[in-house]
């Protein structure tokens, strides 16, 4: 199953990168589409290596670099069209069929007569200071219609004024230091803060928690303006007039705000638009760093408790609250008009139907709406699956960047594998593997003799599929290289400045890049769809819980007379995971000697395979969000886009020490310990021959 879809989390969001995750490849199970399961010979190891590499030798770069330039937000005409395009080109391609399947969400949009805006006011309230209404266009694209002014998605409605205090990157961490430590209270205030570090819609829960009356975002150039390049563009670094645009919602896997957890069909029950889940109750704006440096110059308080907290602009970063000299008496207004409504959306849902076991299903996906031209995200990454379904359709008829994966511990082998038979694209890695590239560039944290494979967080297209209903799944894309870029995203990410042309002029003037993107999810949904028996590996799973577990105790030991106070013992935790590793070898074993002649046999052994993902799910979800249910990992409470392992314990050991009821604290760790030891115990038992 192929799938084009309308993202309600996020046009993309980890969205910091060349081939912008925008489609993420989900596995479900080995669907057998080119050679019958009962008819493996001598030869077909050979015919099925041909079809393979005869799928990747017909992806094209130049077909890559044939996709829309047009603005196309969603639940716009615009967006509406090319979904047609789309489809027409899947049936085009051979695909058995090409659907467009409506929803009707809650979206967000800025009020045309009424410009979102954010000015300081004198005594008298008279504005002296207004920020941009809009971004200056970029450059080739002046007469373009529809483009929609920077605004974040799903903010409430509201016109505060108030001091200003600067919170850094509006961390958890940061409200601590300016709460606890330098005695700063931001309730009644307007805070600001910037971009980066964490999903903005965590930054907007943590000024709201800290009773501020509404938040300014800012893109600082030390994140997002990289040292050497120019402004685009003459380069790709975000302009003082580029502003991010992005939703501000803490929807915890919920999905559409007014229908959690069920499609938003015309049948399905509504909350009212102002009762949705997740929709933030204070003013949120966004703004670019020419109007936040007028801003910041002014602030009086206290400096910058330290280096982290500034940025560079040329201004000292000083926290506030409120002005100093003679603007000592002005204040900030907040100007924001954004309204909710119920739109209709589509996605595009194409079928390649199996020949053996066609109730299997490989899922490949992805959204392809954008803030403006979505000329990274989602479009690089929507023409990569353009691509893939085109090679796929016809075999059915007859330098700074590098690699990133993040995925269940189930695909680890297979992406190591497909990955050493692909060619760098990479400057300087001519004739060398993209696995060598990637391990050069990217090595991982714990063991450096592999390249780095990141825990699935957030905050895109895969969250329901995983976190939700624990089906086994990764996303693979360029992104920037952590050894030589330090700066957050890609500059221009969700602006007006996010070109075809940036593209084509400096990420990936060849579209080789994108193209060795297409060559490894091609691979991967082929091995998958293919390969006789499910290509996963569960020791590599057993592996990652014996490093979590340990990683999530030494977070623990840093209460160490609490544990002994209060009897918190993780020994049921490491016993359930050396139980797994050990049912993890055994079904390896017996998973070797399977009969292959025999399709019962085999389908047992595929079914322990596709399920045991699935097995690390509880019903009842995580405390406090019911819709993340995978116990190993989801997304983390204080960063949606970074993954976090043991969730639960993890939760429940956060800032514990600040706890009122000690005794109550420790006791919910000491349940959430229970809870990850029963599931991981569950999963090896689900590993077990068959009686």
């Not at 511990?409 to 038979?421: A, D, I």
């Not at 360029?478 to 070109?499: I, L």
Request: proline share 5%.
């Amino acid at each position: 199953m192929i799938m084009e879809e309308y993202a309600l989390k996020e046009p993309t969001e980890d969205r910091k990168y060349i081939d912008e995750i925008t489609q993420e490849y989900f596995s479900n199970l080995s669907a057998g589409w080119l050679t019958k399961l009962t008819e493996k010979t001598l030869n077909s190891s050979v015919v099925y290596q041909n079809v393979r590499q005869k799928l990747v030798a017909e992806m094209k770069a130049e077909n890559i670099k044939q996709f829309l330039r047009l603005p196309h937000l969603a639940g716009t005409e615009q967006n509406l069209i090319l979904a047609k395009q789309i489809q027409g080109q899947w049936k085009e391609f051979g695909l058995d069929s090409a659907e467009l399947v409506h929803y009707d969400v809650l979206l967000s949009y800025p009020n045309e007569k009424q410009p979102n805006y954010i000015s300081v006011i004198d005594g008298q309230g008279n504005e002296v200071f207004n920020t941009s209404l809009f971004e200056p266009p970029a450059q080739g694209y002046e007469n373009v219609a529809d483009i929609l002014p920077p605004y974040n998605a799903f903010s409430a409605q509201g016109v505060p004024e108030a001091d200003l205090v600067y919170v850094n990157y509006g961390r958890t961490e940061d409200f601590f230091k300016l709460e606890r430590e330098m005695g700063i209270n931001c309730t009644g205030k307007i805070v600001i803060a910037r971009y980066g570090k964490i999903f903005r819609g965590n930054k907007v829960k943590n000024a709201i928690l800290a009773g501020a009356q509404g938040i300014i975002l800012y893109t600082d150039p030390a994140d997002y303006c990289a040292p050497g390049i120019d402004a685009y563009p003459g380069g790709w670094n975000l302009p003082g007039g580029g502003v991010q645009r992005g939703n501000v919602l803490n929807l915890n896997g919920a999905g559409d705000p007014l229908t959690p957890g069920y499609p938003a069909k015309e049948y399905t029950f509504r909350y009212k638009v102002n009762e949705g889940v997740g929709i933030p109750k204070i003013p949120v704006h966004p703004i670019g760093y020419h109007d936040a440096e007028v801003l910041l110059s002014a602030m009086g308080g206290p400096a910058a408790p330290d280096s982290s907290w500034k940025g560079s602009l040329n201004v000292s970063y000083n926290v506030g609250p409120g002005f100093t000299g003679n603007s000592s008496t002005r204040k900030v207004r907040m100007h924001v008009h954004t309204s909710n409504k119920i739109t209709r959306i589509y996605n595009v849902i194409g079928i390649l139907r199996g020949a053996v076991e066609p109730d299997r299903y490989i899922i490949l996906g992805g959204h392809r709406d954008s803030w403006v031209f979505g000329g990274i995200d989602p479009t690089t990454g929507a023409a990569v699956l353009q691509e893939i379904v085109r090679s796929f359709g016809k075999m059915k008829m007859e330098g700074n960047y590098t690699l990133r994966v993040d995925c269940t511990p189930l695909l680890y082998k297979l992406v190591y594998n497909l990955t050493k038979e692909i060619l760098s694209p990479d400057e300087g890695y001519e004739n060398k593997s993209l696995y060598e590239s990637w391990l050069e560039k990217d090595p991982g944290t714990e063991n450096n003799s592999y390249p780095r494979i990141n825990k699935l967080g957030s905050g895109s297209d895969f969250e329901a599929y995983f976190q939700r209903l624990g089906i086994a799944s990764g996303r693979a894309r360029y992104t920037k290289n952590r050894k030589a870029d330090k700066f957050s995203n890609y500059p221009v990410y969700h602006t007006g400045y996010e070109t075809f042309e940036l593209v084509e002029k400096f990420y990936d003037p060849t579209f080789k890049k994108q193209l060795t993107i297409a060559q490894l999810r091609g691979k991967l949904v082929y091995e998958l769809a293919d390969s006789q028996v499910i290509p996963f590996d569960c020791r590599d799973y057993g592996e990652a819980l014996k490093g979590y577990s340990n990683r999530i105790y030494k977070l623990a030991k840093k209460h160490e007379e609490q544990l002994k106070l209060y009897k918190v013992s993780f020994d049921p935790l490491f016993s359930s995971v050396v139980n797994f590793s050990k049912a993890a070898h055994e079904f390896h074993r017996r998973l070797e000697q399977v009969d292959k002649k025999d399709p019962v046999a085999v389908r047992i052994m595929n079914d322990q395979l596709m399920l045991i993902e699935r097995a690390f799910t509880d019903p009842l979800g995580l405390t406090g969000r019911k819709f993340y249910r995978h116990v190993i990992f989801a997304p983390s409470s204080h960063n949606k886009y970074a993954g976090e392992s043991f969730p639960g314990i993890y939760d429940a050991m956060f800032d514990i020490e600040s706890k009122a009821d000690q005794h109550e604290a420790w006791e919910e760790v000491k349940r959430q310990i229970s809870i990850a030891a029963f599931t991981v115990q569950a999963a090896a038992e689900t590993l077990k021959e068959v009686a």
